[in-house]
């Protein structure tokens, strides 16, 4: 299987995912704006994502994977069935329990991520939204669940495309039923919740096809037997034990989170939203190559370290860290010389005034600090994994978890709800330093020769593509071309063109030859 291809593959469908999602923010942002509404709505989705990574996406995923792919490995696919079932049996009653426990504790949740509602007078919406919402994670456990024997059966598109069905719901929700909630005296705000909803719903009705075609598709035990059968099999045991760590791992994240959206409530209305539309615009660049990277890398590690193949293990993480310094620094560099342009083309219309652009600009360009280091963890955090070593990255986490609260006391003070984008980005780039260094040290990942013209070029290369997009930020003002709706956006393609053609034509010129990028595993 060529890795490339496979990221590629899977880099495109998540480009669809990122443009209906940018569709769906921009939509949100021109009929909401950023107010105590929209605010009490990212509360809310907040809280079901936050469970979503923790127990479905983050810990399940890192302790799922490795085992499914060694137990395909060693044993066949009738054992690797047999593990599957299990699992889902587990799941989906745990997820049952956990789905009837939030709706009925959604005050206590709410609350506790975002006290502040209750001064701006969002917190009732936020409840209800909770309420409506909360179900989701189950859906996107099973998602999960789903997209791990895909991916490890190397069926990376629809896994990679599911997330599209959620955003486009969520617009349907928004130009549909928002008008229909007004016109019968509900705030239209709730559309989007009932919008996440029915998008969890397809999300996982889209994952049955593609395991009926691959002989996967699980068999849930409704019986108490085979229930108990299912608790008591060495499979779900040996991911149980790893997930431990691993929810400790992200759970940490899942905190520091949580308290910046607590510390966000506080700063005043708006802040949450401001956060939530500069997330949406890193998100791009973080997904399109770490989750790529990540989604393709894991199996192939896990594999790897089943047949005990330590060059392979190493060339593929070094094929990796090469690809995110090739792809993530421009995109870095671009979120921090470029934002107004980004933000104000994409977002600015309707509710979304020139204030809104330019506080989220400010927290855009603090995410864009911690770039290069939000996607490297993708690939990184995999290297133990693999391994099956998720104590290493729990305890890196744990240290990243109070160094990001001691920079919000420096830097939120001085920068307002920025601060808390920039204490992200700081402590993404620590994280990300730390995993390398472990990985080195144990020789996991042992770099293979060029690393330093290899770096000398991209930093060239991105230092002239950085120098043409910020004269554009500063020659043209992109607030006051608002008015001109298809006039700045064809700019901003003619800049983003360019400068495109200059880092990938300066990176040929000076020797860089991404045929070298085409690798097999």
Known sequence: MNLLRAASVVSVLTLASRITGLVREQIVAALFGASVMTDAFNVAFRLPNLLRRLFAEGAFAQAFVPILAATRERDGDAATRTLVNAVATVLFWVLLLTSVLGVLAAPLLVWLIGAGLQRSGGFDAAVVMTRIMFPYIGFMSLVALSAGVL????????????????????????????????????????????????????????????????????????????????????????????????????SVAQISLLINTQIATQ????????????????????????????????????????????????????????????????????????????????????????????????????????????????????????????????????????????????????????????????????????????????????PAPGWPLFLLRVLAASTLMGLLLAYAEHRLDWVALGSHELRRAGWLAAVLGAAALLYFGSLLAIGLRLRHFMRRA
């Open 267 to 446: 700063v005043g209305p708006g802040a949450v939203s401001w956060l939530t539309y500069a997330d949406r615009l890193m998100e791009f660049p973080t997904a399109l190559l770490g989750v790529a990277l990540g989604v393709v890398l894991l199996p192939q590690l896990s594999a790897a370290q089943a047949r005990g193949d330590a060059a392979s293990f190493s060339a593929m993480l070094d094929w990796g860290l090469r690809l995110v310094l090739l792809l993530a620094l421009p995109c870095a560099i671009a979120l921090l010389v470029f934002p107004s342009a980004l933000t104000a083309v994409l977002y600015q219309r309707g509710a979304f005034s020139a204030v809104d652009v330019a506080q989220t600009v400010a927290a855009l360009r603090g995410y864009g600090v911690g770039l290069l280091g939000l996607v490297a963890l993708k690939v990184l955090a995999p290297g133990f994994y693999a391994k099956q070593d998720i104590r290493t990255p729990v305890k890196i986490a744990i240290g990243v978890l109070i160094l990001t609260q001691l920079l919000n006391l420096v830097f939120v003070p001085r920068f307002g709800h920025a601060g808390l984008a920039l204490s992200i980005g700081c402590a993404a780039l620590v994280n990300a330093l730390l995993l390398l260094i472990g990985l080195l040290r144990r020789g996991s990942w042992r």
């Open 151 to 250: 991916n490890t059966w190397r069926r990376f598109a629809v896994p990679a495309v599911t997330p599209v069905l959620l955003n486009l719901a969520v617009i349907g929700a928004a130009l549909w039923f928002g008008p229909w909630f007004e016109r019968v005296g509900v705030a239209p705000i709730y559309a989007l919740a009932v919008g996440v909803m029915l998008g969890g719903v397809l999300q996982l009705a889209l994952q049955v096809p593609a395991l009926l075609r691959i002989g996967m598709l699980p068999r849930i035990g409704l019986s108490p037997a085979a229930v108990r059968a299912a608790w008591h099999s060495d499979g779900v045991r040996r991911i149980l034990r790893l997930m431990a760590p691993a929810v400790l791992g992200v």
